[in-house]
Nanobody, 121 residues
Framework: QVQLVESGGGLVQPGGSLRLSCAASGSIFSNNAMGWYRQAPGKQRELVAR???????NYADSVKGRFTISRDNAKNTVYLQMNSLNSEDTAVYYCNANLRSPGSIRATDYWGQGTQVTVSS
């Protein structure tokens, strides 16, 4: 069993900042990539940022230069620092982790429960 626990969402004014955290726990043999996705009302879930175990990152064009993803491999934790937030960043943010459990041949994608980020004055 693997669990992803997210924290750090909330209400922020335009131009403000938030930091999301996501910790993976349970039966983890290897942790490949971790990332953040978001889903706004009426829209499909989209990738925000992703980071591999080696530290390689990729970002959605809409957040480049404003968001920074990082991870602590020892803690199986991923962070998303979000700066210069605007109303279009309002969404439920989901943590994703591609993990392999002991005894498993292949890795599996796991998801957190989601945390609401609302940008409003």
């Amino acid at each position: 069993q693997v669990q992803l626990v997210e924290s750090g969402g909330g209400l922020v004014q335009p131009g403000g900042s938030l930091r999301l955290s996501c910790a993976a726990s349970g039966s983890i043999f290897s942790n490949n990539a971790m990332g953040w996705y978001r889903q706004a009302p009426g829209k499909q879930r989209e990738l925000v940022a992703r980071i591999t175990s080696g530290g390689r990152t990729n970002y959605a064009d809409s957040v480049k230069g404003r968001f920074t993803i990082s991870r602590d491999n020892a803690k199986n934790t991923v962070y998303l620092q979000m700066n210069s937030l605007n109303s279009e960043d309002t969404a439920v943010y989901y943590c994703n982790a591609n993990l392999r459990s002991p005894g498993s041949i292949r890795a599996t994608d796991y998801w957190g429960q989601g945390t609401q980020v609302t940008v409003s004055s």
